[in-house]
């Protein structure tokens, strides 16, 4: 009688086992498919206790809070008719962007100040960057440590046109194109939106090219 009763038990956490993995390997696919990540570089924990029952082939996820970090969140499982919010944390291994030296505030940014190291990304501030391309060109807002991890809090577009400074403004429209010049009443970069009072003292809003000139599409 003992031995049954013995074989039931192992039974159950047998069967809970396999049904746990399976929810492992259902949230694996969804994180591999939905967010592109690489299944060898992050490992899922689910901290809300399961009911196998809800186990099924084909399961619906949904993110009950916006995806922008990883670590702790909320996932609600969808099985047919049942469904269960589950507290999931992820844990992801990957790259990162910290300061290779000590740059001081006002920098504009240069590869040479940044370095790559890989770690734990859900340990790491919100707003980390995980490309030199992202970081580049940037100004830093505040002094940069050696080795500190760099976010997009500490840093703005570097500005190519500033306030109160004369720039070219080229009207686009079907067939014609109009040239005048204003002056600039916002600070901003390449493909950031600045307003213009121009001669007239009309103030229009265009995207500032490459060449720093303002260009307004009809």
């Avoid at 939905?34 to 206790?49: A, W």
């Avoid at 995980?130 to 809090?153: A, E, M």
Wanted: charged share 25%.
């Amino acid at each position: 009688m003992k031995l049954v009763k013995f074989f039931f038990v192992l039974l159950f956490f047998l069967s809970f086992k396999i049904n746990a993995d399976d929810l492992i390997n259902h949230l694996n696919e969804f994180f591999k498919q939905e967010y592109s990540l690489n299944i060898n570089n992050f490992k899922i924990i689910v901290h809300t206790p399961f009911e196998k029952k809800q186990i099924c082939k084909k399961p619906y996820f949904l993110l009950a809070n916006n995806f922008y970090n990883f670590g702790l969140f909320d996932v609600l499982y969808v099985c047919n008719q049942k469904h269960q919010l589950l507290k999931v944390e992820l844990q992801v291994t990957g790259e990162y962007i910290i300061a290779n030296k000590k740059i001081l505030r006002g920098t504009k940014i240069s590869e040479s100040d940044l370095k790559v190291k890989i770690g734990r990304l859900d340990k790491l501030p919100n707003g980390t960057y995980i490309n030199k391309k992202d970081v580049i060109n940037r100004v830093n807002l505040r002094d940069i440590l050696p080795f500190q991890p760099i976010t997009s809090f500490m840093t703005r577009v570097f500005w190519t046109v500033i306030s109160n400074q004369e720039v070219t403004v080229k009207i686009k429209g079907k067939n014609f194109e109009i040239i005048t010049f204003g002056k600039a009443l916002d600070n901003a970069g390449i493909k950031e939106k600045v307003r213009v009072k121009v001669r007239n003292g009309k103030i229009i809003t265009g995207v500032i090219n490459k060449n720093r000139e303002v260009i307004v599409v009809l």
